[in-house]
C-alpha cells in the first residue's frame, strides 16, 4: 500500500538558517504530493503541490520538487522566520474506489529560534 | 470566509456517554472527511463521503458513525465513548475526488474519554 516517510523531528534551527525536511514516498499509481502545515491549535493548511513528476511547488518561500526516480518531495526554504514553526505534514494523494485517498506522513515539528 | 467549521473544539466525556461531533464547510464542495491524529501516527481516516448522499468506511472505522446530513454538514458521532477514541478529530472537504485537489481543514475537535 502507499505510505509516506517523513523525518523525524524536532527540528530546531536559527532565524535564516536554511531548511531542509526530508519526505519519501511509495505509491502504487501516480500520486499527486502534497505539504501542509499545521499551526498550533490549527488544522492542515495546504503548504504547495506537485501533481506530476519534475513540477516543482512553491509558496511563502518554501518548495518542493517531485522526483519520481528517487520517490522523493523534500521541503525546503531558503532562510526561515520565527513565524514558520509549525508542524510540517507530506502527503501524498491517489483517487481510488470513488474516493480521494491521502495517506499522511507522521509530521515534523520545526522550532526557529531567534 | 469561513472554510470548515467544527464544533465543538474541546469535550470531556466518560467512557460508555455518547457525542456528536458537527461539521459544517461553506465552500460548496463534494466531498468530505473525518480523520483522527494521534501522537506519531499523522492523521487517519475514518470515514467519508465522496459527494451528498454517500458515505463509506475509511481506515479506522470502528466505534464511529457518521451522517451527511446535506451538501454542507458531516457529522461524526461516537455512540459509546471507549478511552482509546481520546483523539484530536478533523473534519476536511475537497471539490472533488481527484487526486490533485487539496483538501481543507476545520481547527479540530479535542476530545478526552475518561
Known amino acids: 500500500g502507499d505510505s509516506v516517510t517523513q523525518m523525524e523531528g524536532p527540528v530546531t534551527l536559527s532565524e535564516e538558517a536554511f531548511l531542509t525536511i526530508n519526505c519519501t514516498y511509495t505509491a502504487t499509481g501516480y500520486p499527486s504530493l502534497f505539504w501542509y502545515v499545521q499551526y498550533p491549535g490549527e488544522g492542515l493548511q495546504l503548504l504547495l503541490k506537485a501533481t506530476k513528476a519534475d513540477d516543482k511547488g512553491s509558496n511563502k518561500g518554501f518548495e518542493a520538487t517531485y522526483r519520481k526516480e528517487t520517490t522523493s518531495f523534500h521541503l525546503e526554504k531558503g532562510s526561515v522566520q520565527v513565524s514558520d514553526s509549525a508542524v510540517y505534514f507530506c502527503?501524498?494523494?491517489?483517487?481510488?474506489?470513488?474516493?480521494?485517498?491521502?495517506?499522511f506522513g507522521t509530521g515534523t515539528k520545526l522550532q526557529v529560534i531567534p | 470566509n469561513a472554510g470548515v467549521t467544527q464544533t465543538p473544539k474541546f469535550q470531556v466525556l466518560k467512557t460508555g456517554q455518547s457525542m456528536t461531533l458537527q461539521c459544517a464547510q461553506d465552500m460548496n464542495h463534494n466531498s468530505m472527511y473525518w480523520y483522527r491524529q494521534d501522537p506519531g501516527m499523522g492523521l487517519r481516516l475514518i470515514y467519508y463521503s465522496a459527494s451528498e448522499g454517500t458515505t463509506d468506511k475509511g481506515e479506522v472505522p470502528n466505534g464511529y458513525n457518521v451522517s451527511r446530513l446535506n451538501k454542507r454538514e458531516f457529522s461524526l458521532r461516537l455512540e459509546s465513548a471507549a478511552p482509546s477514541q481520546t483523539s484530536v478529530y478533523f473534519c476536511?472537504?475537497?471539490?472533488?475526488?481527484?487526486?490533485?485537489?487539496?483538501?481543507?481543514f476545520g481547527d479540530g475537535t479535542r476530545l478526552s474519554i475518561l
Open positions: 476536511a472537504s475537497s471539490e472533488g475526488t481527484g487526486s490533485n485537489q487539496p483538501q481543507h
Open positions: 502527503a501524498l494523494s491517489e483517487g481510488s474506489g470513488g474516493y480521494q485517498k491521502v495517506t
